[in-house]
């Protein structure tokens, strides 16, 4: 199967994307795939294979490398005289702004470029956590009790300690801080509001297990993977979370009953169905005395979670064939011929 990778991006996980793509360069060796990097200046690379390393891109190597231009279905190479068409399908592997936030997937559906990734509505409802806890109320599903302070609100918190302060659109838990007591709360807040003009914050629940599931939809259903219990201290902070974008090993399966098995994927399916199609998710959910609640939405997974799945190649050939179609509308000028026949021009 041939693919190309798109990542990088002009996001605090710049960094993370890199990661993610050169574990997926060695995850999916059996494929036909190609390079392509997004760099904070929003200009398009064609990455040799032989350079897709952490160093390339941190010294900057990755400037005398080709540069690509978008077109019509394709990143055009353009040479002295003639231009080199890189199309096929794309996967969005760009994690945070640009990637998740809708931008990219404007972009690619823009030019007609297929691609693996959220589509633009799903990512203003999963980048953005506020619109997260929206899409919940909409759909039914449970979800942690929240309230939502900007940049100028840094004393209007009505829950009582401890509670989380997260960015509401960034991930991969930067930003984010357990307060246990009040005289924690302005470095945490400041904290936050570095990454975000938004925060929301979140009661720390004690006695919570957490457990993902990732999933696609192909031939009209849903794919889904094992479901994992990730080990963690008090948070699944940013370090765990980083070395999560490098995983290649499977994952092993948490011990459940298939009761609560049913009930994750139940409410994934709640999430995922007619907004997420041509994508591969991963949901963190809670579980509470026996309720399940969603976390939160990675609409582009590090490292695609590839962990969570017994068979990643064959579930994103599954994907890449099952690929939404957008319609475009039909300009055939009829109305404008008729109103110039009308006025004998």
């Known amino acids: ?155 209007n918190i009505d829950m009582p300690y401890p509670i989380i302060i997260k960015p509401s659109c960034l991930g991969s838990s930067i930003g984010v801080s357990i307060v246990k007591e009040e005289s924690e709360l302005d470095y945490a807040l400041d904290t936050a509001f570095e990454y975000d003009s938004s925060v929301i914050v979140e009661p720390f629940l004690e006695g919570v297990k957490e457990y993902n599931l990732a999933g696609f939809m192909a031939d009209d259903k849903i794919h889904f993977s094992i479901v994992e219990e990730p080990h963690k201290g008090e948070m699944l902070d940013f370090e765990k979370k980083y070395m999560d974008f490098s995983r290649s090993e499977q994952a092993l399966k948490a011990d459940i009953s298939s009761e609560l098995e049913t009930k994750l994927k139940q409410n994934f399916e709640k999430v995922y169905k007619n907004l997420f199609e041509g994508s591969l998710i991963r949901c963190d959910f809670f579980v509470v005395n026996g309720e399940v609640y969603l976390n939160e939405i990675n609409p582009i997974p590090g490292s695609m979670a590839n962990y969570l799945f017994e068979d990643f190649h064959t579930s994103l050939e599954l994907l890449s064939n099952s690929l939404p179609h957008e319609k475009r509308a039909k300009v055939d000028y009829e109305y404008i011929h008729n109103i110039s026949k009308a006025k004998g021009k």
């Open 1 to 155: 199967m041939k693919l190309t990778i798109l990542f990088g991006g002009a996001s605090f996980e710049h960094e993370i994307s890199i990661v993610s793509a050169i574990t997926l360069k060695e995850k999916l060796s059996e494929f036909d795939l190609s390079f392509v990097f997004c760099d904070q200046d929003h200009s398009f690379y064609l990455i040799e294979d032989s350079k897709m390393k952490a160093v390339t891109f941190s010294k900057g190597e990755h400037k005398k490398m080709p540069k690509l231009a978008i077109s019509n279905g394709a990143f055009t190479q353009k040479g002295m005289f003639n231009s080199k068409e890189h199309g096929g399908v794309f996967l969005n592997l760009i994690h945070g702004a640009d990637g998740e936030d809708g931008s990219i997937a404007a972009l690619l559906d823009f030019f007609s470029i297929k691609y693996i990734g959220p589509r633009i509505d799903a990512s203003v409802f999963s980048y953005d956590k506020r619109y997260t806890k929206w899409l919940c109320d909409a759909r039914g599903i449970k979800r942690v009790k929240h309230e939502e302070l900007s940049v100028k609100e840094h004393d």
